[in-house]
Every structure is written in C-alpha cells, then in structure tokens.
C-alpha cells in the first residue's frame, strides 16, 4: 500500500512514551512519513475525511522494533556452523569462509534476507556491524528500512579491506556518500579489543568526534577476551578502552556479558550504552550479563540479534521474553526486568543509543511512522488480559501483520499467512537463500 496519508485503527495503542501510555480503541494517522494526530476512533477530525483506513481492530500497534547490533548479511551463514564456542566458531568456521566467499554480492543478497526477516518480525532500524557497507545499504533501501551503518575496522587484512586505515577510509567515503540520506546513519565499527590496535582505537575516537560519528563494538563479550587483555594489556577491555577515549555518550557496547560492579558504574557515569543480545549469549555459552544491574546503575540498554550465524534467528521478539526470563533468574527476582522494560528495550531505548530518540522509538506526534501491527486475537493469545505482557510473553513474529517505515507498508501478512514485501517478490528471497546455500555447502 502506498499512501502519503493514512489512518491506522486499532484495538490498543502502545506508545512506550516517558509516561507509558496504553490507549485503547484509539487511531493514529499519518501524512508524508510522519505521525499527525492520535485521536480516539470515534474522532477523526474534519480534515482527515476520505483518508484511507487500516483496520488493526484485533491489534496492539506499536513502535518499530530497533535491533541494536547486528551482522545482517551473515544470515547467509545461518546454521553453517552450530554448537561451538565463539573463538573456535570464529576461527575455525566463520573466519575462513567469510575469507572465501564475501563480497559485495555476498553482503548484499545476505543483507535482503536479513532485511525481509527483520521486516517480518517488526523491525523497522537495525545497527549493523559488516564489509562492503554500501553493499548493505542498496539491499536496506530497496526495502525501505532504516539503519545506522557501522563502518567496520580490524588490523588484518579481508577481502574488503588490507590495513585498517584501509578500512577508515573505505568507510568514510561511503557516509560521504550517503550521509543526507534521512534513513541512513553511520558509526565507526572497531570490531573488538581483540582484534583492533590501540592507535586504531584512538585514530576512530578522534574522527569519531570530528565527524560526529557514534563508536559501536564488541566488549567482554566472553571471559576468553577478557584474560587475553589482561596478558596483553596488563588491564581488562574496558579500562584499555576507556584510556584510549572510545568509550563515551556516543558508543554502543555489544554484549557486555562480564561486567563487573565498578565497570557499571564506569559506564553509566561516561554515558554509554549497551546491545543485549542474550539469545546469542546463550547459544555461544558466553555468559548471562547482568542486565538488571546495568539498569539499575542507569545505564541505556538495548536490544540485540547478533548475526544469524550465532543465533540463528534475527528476531527480537524471542530477544525481549528471553531477556525478561533470564533476567529474572539472574537477578533472583521475579519482578526483575517486566514486560514493559523489555519493550522499552526494543524500542525506545534503542532508538536513544543511536541517538534517534526524537525521531523513532515510541508513538508519538511528531515522530516518524515506524510502526508495526500485531495481532492478539488467535486463539493462543486469548484471553488477553494485559497486551503489554502478551507482546513479551504470548506473541511472536508470525502475529505481525503490517511494518511500516518512514510511512511506507514495507510488510504485510495476510489472513491465510501469505507475506508481501514492498520491494521484493518472496520467491526471489526464496532464490537467493538457495543459490548461496550450494556455493556454500
């Protein structure tokens, strides 16, 4: 569907506003990409005759979920190589085959089915970390996404890119390129204190303040990268990080699984903040961060996928209800981490670690209409008693219906559970996946 203006009606309104407001029987309408009003059904105003109205009548409409770290196009390594600890599986596995097969075909047919996931499940901006970004971005604009694009920097050479001044230059040309694009935002993307120098660190915390850049990395990812800091380094990721200047109001940590009391007050003090990607974290055997903690010290964290190829699914709703279970166990305390936080997680907080937060993030007039429709009324959602805690506990991504970005339907699913993309036919998705699944078997 395309329509510059629109009213969407549905049976709640979850804005995940400063104030938590959950409206019921309530309408929303849009014009030219942007929410307009939010008006009760019954009162449209005058100057909204004639629009053209989707009837979520069964449905929670929210905002658009935001994956806060993410390799998109490594869904074309999903399931290639399962049940191994991460450097093995990195070593051993992922490395050499993204030595043999990336390239910019690689990140760009990976990065579209990465994309018609996410879209499927209600993602709306995801914050990538890969090679060949401009490869990922033709893929996103074709369906409309949005995305902070992480401009990827190691010290070894791969086929993107030899050294890593190599790497920052690449990279910066293509913000150059696309930086008035609307949809797109950029960060430099050091991958890890494991596998970046220090003068590297401190060259991309010098342009990333010059360039008014945000900083996204992996940190304390496993206990591993922590002990190897501290033979090589004499201190752990943090603490080097943090001498170095990269760590600040404008840097999103992956991970962050083995963080101790004093390195949450560290970061709750410089600003920075946190991608959760527990599913990852638990199929990697990496550990269970401390999320709860991290909260309570005031830290901003958001929700994470991590790459296909660790997870194996790019779905942030399974995200938000292990991430409240875990929580709670972790924490002892069944009141930890509730239905509502772990929205806010996949939402608004994300959208305020990429600096969105007056854009995107919640449902509100004013902002961008990133929104998503889900339907509560099959018969495993009934009797629903409380939609915010059906979202985290009961739903999943087969129950949404519409994903909209920017304004634009870029998702549907239809009552017999036929899926539309707008941008894509399924079948050339369904191609894609198997044509690089006998190149890579």
């Not at 970390?129 to 694009?149: C, D, H, S, V, W």
């Not at 915390?205 to 206990?223: D, F, R, V, W």
């Not at 509502?340 to 854009?359: I, N, P, S, V």
Request: aromatic share 6%; net charge negative.
């Amino acid at each position: 569907m395309v329509h510059t203006q629109y009213i969407i009606k549905a049976r709640w309104l979850v804005t995940v506003d400063a104030q938590h407001t959950l409206l019921e029987q309530h309408a929303v309408l849009v014009k030219g990409g942007e929410i307009v009003a939010i008006v009760p059904k019954t009162d449209i105003p005058e100057w909204a005759t004639g629009w053209p109205v989707v009837d979520c009548s069964q449905h929670a409409l929210i905002p658009g979920l935001i994956n806060l770290h993410a390799h998109s196009s490594m869904n074309l390594l999903k399931g290639y190589a399962d049940d191994l600890a991460l450097m093995p599986w990195l070593n051993e596995h992922i490395w050499p085959a993204e030595k043999k097969w990336v390239s910019t075909s690689f990140v760009h047919d990976g990065s579209l089915l990465a994309c018609a996931e996410m879209l499927s499940g209600g993602v709306t901006t995801f914050n990538d970390m890969y090679f060949f970004p401009q490869a990922t971005i033709e893929a996103l604009k074709r369906l409309g996404m949005r995305a902070n694009i992480g401009l990827t920097v190691l010290e070894f050479p791969t086929n993107y890119a030899a050294t890593a001044s190599d790497y920052i230059r690449l990279g910066t040309e293509v913000r150059d390129q696309y930086k008035s694009d609307k949809n797109i935002s950029f960060s430099f993307a050091p991958h890890a204190p494991y596998t970046v120098s220090n003068q590297t660190f401190e060259q991309i915390a010098t342009l990333s303040e010059q360039l008014n850049l945000g900083i996204h990395t992996h940190l304390h990812e496993t206990q591993a990268e922590i002990q190897q800091s501290l033979e090589q380094f004499g201190v752990r990721p943090l603490q080097r990080l943090l001498s170095l200047g990269v760590i600040g109001p404008n840097s999103v940590l992956a991970h962050g699984v083995h963080l101790d009391e004093n390195e949450l007050e560290t970061l709750s003090i410089q600003g920075a903040h946190l991608a959760h990607c527990p599913c990852s974290n638990l199929k990697l055997a990496s550990g269970i961060a401390p999320v709860a903690a991290a909260l309570r010290a005031g830290i901003n964290v958001g929700l994470g996928t991590d790459g296909a190829a660790s997870n194996n699914r790019v779905d942030l709703w399974q995200e938000m209800r292990i991430a409240a279970l875990l929580s709670k166990v972790a924490d002892q305390n069944a009141e930890s981490l509730p239905a509502y936080q772990a929205l806010e997680m996949a939402t608004m907080r994300g959208a305020r670690a990429l600096g969105l937060q007056d854009k995107l993030g919640s449902i509100e007039v004013g902002k961008q209409a990133d929104l998503v429709a889900v339907k509560l009324n099959d018969l495993n959602s009934l009797p629903c008693f409380d939609p915010v805690s059906h979202l985290v506990y009961v739903a999943s991504r087969e129950q949404v219906t519409h994903t909209w970005v920017d304004g634009r339907l870029c998702y549907q699913r239809q009552d017999d559970g036929q899926a539309t993309f707008d941008g894509i036919e399924t079948e050339e998705l369904r191609s894609i996946a198997l044509q690089w699944q006998l190149k890579l078997q």
